[in-house]
Every structure is written in C-alpha cells, then in structure tokens.
C-alpha cells in the first residue's frame, strides 16, 4: 500500500510552465508504475502520462507534442510530470496513482492508491 500526495498545481498564465510532484511513502517506491490522470468540471477522468518500474514512459495526451514529460526520482520517491505550453483546456485537478504492476495502464481502474489531487488553472 502506498500513499501518494501531490503538489505543484496553481494559477498559472497559458502558454506557462508547471511541475507538479508526486510524493510516494508507505511502501517500496520501487515496485509502482505511477501514473497521471486529470479531471475537469464536468468531464470525466483520463490518463495524462505514466512511467514504468523500469522508467518507460506513456503519453495519453496529445502525446505526438511535447508538452508533457514525466519522470521519477527513485531516491526521492517522487514522480514529477512537467507541463509546458499550458492552454486553458488543460485545466483541471490533476491526481496521481499508483499500481503495483512493472506496466502502464491508461486506465484508473487499474490502479491502486489515489493522491488527493492538485488543482491546476490556466487562465489570464
């Protein structure tokens, strides 16, 4: 069982940065695929990106530009998930979640244990 709390998310400009950071504690770090899923007002969950035990990683949105990175820091137990670019669409709480699997999966039914979630907002 791990226990995963996100941080990073705010106000920020379109066409802004954000790095948001996934804290991992409870369990071996090391045995997860973590993954990063986004909710906005009245639309339902979907997968953002996802990194393997193993560090191969999995983009679900707009994956062909760019604009979202993940990566993971085994020594910190921390997975972080740049964003660049930022348009106001990518609005959202943004949660990550564990699996303790070596795959991804774009599902959230997939995975284990949920963060509370970090509330990103793009706007002027």
């Known amino acids: 069982q791990l226990q995963l709390v996100e941080s990073g998310g705010g106000l920020v400009q379109p066409g802004g940065s954000l790095r948001l950071s996934c804290a991992a504690s409870?369990?071996?770090?090391?045995?997860?695929?973590i993954g990063w899923f986004r909710q906005a007002p009245g639309k339902e969950r979907e997968g953002v990106s996802c990194i393997t035990v193993s560090g191969s990683r999995m983009n679900y949105v707009e994956p062909m530009k760019g604009r979202f990175t993940i990566s993971r820091d085994n020594a910190k137990n921390t997975v972080y998930l740049q964003m660049n670019s930022l348009k106001p669409e990518d609005t959202a709480v943004y949660y990550c979640a564990a699996r303790s699997r070596w795959t991804c999966d774009s599902e959230g039914a997939a995975f284990d244990s949920w963060g509370q979630g970090t509330q990103v907002i793009v706007s002027s």
């Open positions: 409870g369990s071996s770090f090391n045995i997860y695929s």
